[in-house]
């Protein structure tokens, strides 16, 4: 079993910044494909950013390229997502997942574990 655990959300103003963090349990943890996922009031999950195993392949929802990047340190079994000049329709809970397939698929019913998300609101 791999947990997963989730950090870093919280109140920020349009315009500013906040950093996500993901820890995951497990030594199979760098053959992974990695990804944050979204969910808004009202609204479907929708992905935001993956990361593939060997770090050096990313994705990115339209929505947030330019200003969401994610990265990963397979020695600490950490993903992070720095999200800048963020928006009120960033507003959400934000979850990491992990995909043991090794990719990191748009597709959410691809990721096996996942985190109990944190939420991130920006404020007008």
């Known amino acids: 079993q791999v947990q997963v655990v989730e950090s870093g959300g919280g109140l920020v103003q349009a315009g500013g910044s906040l950093r996500l963090s993901c820890a995951a349990s497990?030594?199979?943890?760098?053959?992974?494909?990695m990804a944050w996922f979204r969910q808004a009031p009202g609204k479907e999950r929708e992905f935001v950013a993956g990361v593939g195993w060997s770090g050096l392949n990313t994705f990115y929802a339209d929505s947030v390229k330019g200003r969401f990047t994610i990265s990963r340190e397979n020695a600490k079994n950490t993903v992070n997502l720095q999200m800048n000049s963020l928006k009120p329709d960033d507003t959400a809970i934000y979850y990491c997942?992990?995909?043991?397939?090794?990719?990191?698929?748009?597709?959410?019913?691809?990721?096996?574990?996942w985190g109990q998300g944190t939420q991130v609101t920006v404020s007008s």
């Open positions: 497990g030594r199979a943890f760098r053959n992974y494909g």
């Open positions: 997942a992990a995909d043991t397939t090794g990719w990191a698929n748009q597709n959410g019913e691809q990721y096996l574990y």
